[in-house]
């Protein structure tokens, strides 16, 4: 996932297959840091599980926080949060499928299009490493 470009990009062995638009955490310049910042981590993470019965169009769990994560929060004493995840757009939407992914409306999840969430479910292994970057 690139930030900057609102793009999660799937690659197989090395080659990029296919490029996906996104939407971020309502803060999306930096690290999570703390529950409740509204960012989109960054780093190196997994996908572990899927959610069918998400307040989402389905959810596919990553990785946050990972050890580093959380040695950084509690450091200062803070929560790092947790339960960032990759979904489609909400069970009972209020606006329209374009209005939700020109926005970054989440609270620190990355949101795709619902048809496009289950073309990267096809794609994807448990397991799968997935990079978030600036």
């Not at 169009?57 to 994560?69: A, F, R």
């Not at 209005?99 to 799968?128: E, F, K």
Request: glycine share 8%.
């Amino acid at each position: 996932v690139e930030k900057s470009k609102r793009a999660l990009m799937f690659f197989e062995h090395g080659q990029l297959i296919k490029t996906y638009k996104v939407s971020l955490g309502q803060n999306p310049k930096g690290h999570k840091e703390r529950q409740g910042d509204n960012r989109t981590p960054e780093g190196k993470y997994y996908l572990t599980w899927t959610n069918d019965r998400s307040k989402f169009y389905k959810s596919l769990h990553v990785t946050y926080p990972n050890d580093e994560d959380r040695k950084r929060a509690w450091s200062k004493g803070i929560s790092p949060g947790g339960d960032i995840k990759i979904h489609g757009l909400p069970n009972k939407p209020v606006y329209g499928e374009d209005i939700y992914m020109s926005l970054n409306w989440t609270n620190g999840c990355i949101a795709m299009r619902n048809r496009d969430l289950d073309d990267l479910l096809s794609r994807v292994n448990y397991q799968t490493p997935i990079y978030i970057i600036p």
